[in-house]
């Protein structure tokens, strides 16, 4: 069930899952502060910067921003605009970002005239993301939200198939008029009265250059506040409207046959898509290998993270965490490492050397950091040469 403004229920689905890519492979090692990290996350609210109606034009200029500003987000993508532009789906997902459903074409008269119509864009989107990415998203954004649009019927029924839905606590009001001002954006893209976690609802659909233009200064609000990043996932309950008391539209009800059909049936299929490794994932870095357990990595959709505490410790390193500093001090093959929470730069510090430095591909979530396996390799100065991800192993070597 999922948190409502006006009627609360709570979704609560066990798969805590990332997307972050990889050089090349999309397979990940995620790493965990030691000791008082856990505290420090518990302490830092989270911003989830979400945005609908792409891919578009902009979502490059968007994927280039977070890159630089080291952020991960969610994008709820439309169908017919991940059929125009493939190559930015799978851009998204191979830079680490999740990708939400937010249906085929957008169009409220038919989606929210019968809930037929509505699942079978869903499904359609479905199919499309799988055949470019191989994923099939739980997680779905109404057009224009739930509210007005949804009645308990659209919740039950999208709840009874295994899906998620999501609307918003802040609203940058990018899409409340043609050609909203960078200005105005940055403004109503603030949380200045909200405590907690944040979902920022944004578009970088056709006709969002302004968005665009207002990302960077959003990005640094949040930074200046003390948010961490992270991109949607399933373990995030869901913010949602209340039902209205009025709905906007006249709508046919799905017979129980239909139900039974499409609905019932579809849980279980899309649970099977992301399900947790039940194999160890085995790293080899020449002549050692370290083995992980299957509650010492996790797998969302086809990438494999792992907790870095675990990793460096088993490669013969420690993990000290620096409150004060926010920083996490990583000794490592004789390497001094250090790794900045804020902003996710990791700087190496070897024997007889320069220091060298790198933006880390990072995730946050309950009190855990991820860092991803191409990021580990690089503090070891090492490479990824090879990796095997099958139903029955689970191996990535190391040059």
Not at 13 to 36: E, K, N, Q
Not at 201 to 212: A, I, K, N, P, S
Not at 297 to 304: I, L, M, T, V, W
Request: proline share 5%; aromatic share 12%.
């Amino acid at each position: 069930m999922a948190l409502r403004f006006v009627l609360p229920k709570w979704i609560y689905f066990i798969f805590c899952f990332a997307l972050l890519s990889g050089a090349g492979f999309g397979s990940f090692v995620p790493v965990s502060y030691a000791g008082s990290a856990e505290q420090q996350q518990e302490d830092q609210p989270t911003v989830y910067l979400t945005f609908d109606d792409g891919p578009s034009k902009n979502t490059s200029t968007v994927l280039d921003i977070l890159a630089k500003e080291n952020v991960l987000a969610t994008f709820f993508v439309l169908g017919e605009q991940a059929e125009a532009r493939p190559e930015l789906i799978t851009r998204i997902v191979n830079e680490g970002h999740s990708i939400g459903n937010h249906t085929y074409n957008h169009n409220y008269k038919q989606l929210y005239s019968d809930f037929r119509e509505f699942w079978r864009q869903i499904k359609k989107t479905e199919d499309i993301l799988d055949s470019i990415a191989g994923i099939r998203p739980s997680m779905i954004r109404a057009p224009g939200g739930t509210y007005t649009n949804f009645d308990e019927g659209y919740f039950s029924y999208l709840e009874q198939g295994g899906y998620l839905v999501y609307d918003w606590n802040v609203d940058s009001g990018d899409s409340k008029r043609r050609n909203v001002p960078a200005s105005e954006i940055k403004k109503g893209a603030k949380a200045e009265n909200i405590k907690g976690d944040v979902i920022v609802l944004m578009h970088d659909g056709g006709g969002h250059e302004e968005t665009v233009k207002a990302l960077p200064d959003i990005i640094r609000y949040y930074k200046d506040k003390g948010y961490q990043f992270a991109p949607l996932t399933p373990d995030v309950k869901p913010i949602q409207f209340g039902v209205a008391s009025k709905i906007k539209w006249n709508r046919a009800q799905p017979s129980e046959a239909w139900l039974k059909e499409h609905v019932s049936a579809n849980a279980a299929v899309l649970t099977s898509t992301q399900k947790q490794p039940e194999l160890p994932l085995h790293i080899i870095n020449g002549k050692d290998t370290v083995s992980l357990q299957n509650n010492e990595y996790k797998q969302f959709e086809r990438s494999y993270y792992v907790q870095l505490r675990a990793a460096v410790e088993r490669f013969g390193g420690t993990v000290r965490w620096s409150p004060e500093s926010k920083k996490a001090e990583i000794r490592l093959g004789g390497s001094s490492i250090v790794l900045e929470s804020a902003s996710g730069k990791v700087t190496v510090s070897e024997p007889r050397k320069e220091p060298r430095s790198f933006q880390s591909s990072m995730w946050l979530t309950d009190g855990t950091t991820y860092i991803s396996v191409r990021n580990l390799a690089e503090m070891m100065n090492r490479q990824v040469a090879d990796y095997t991800l099958t139903e029955t192993k689970r191996e990535v070597v190391l040059k």
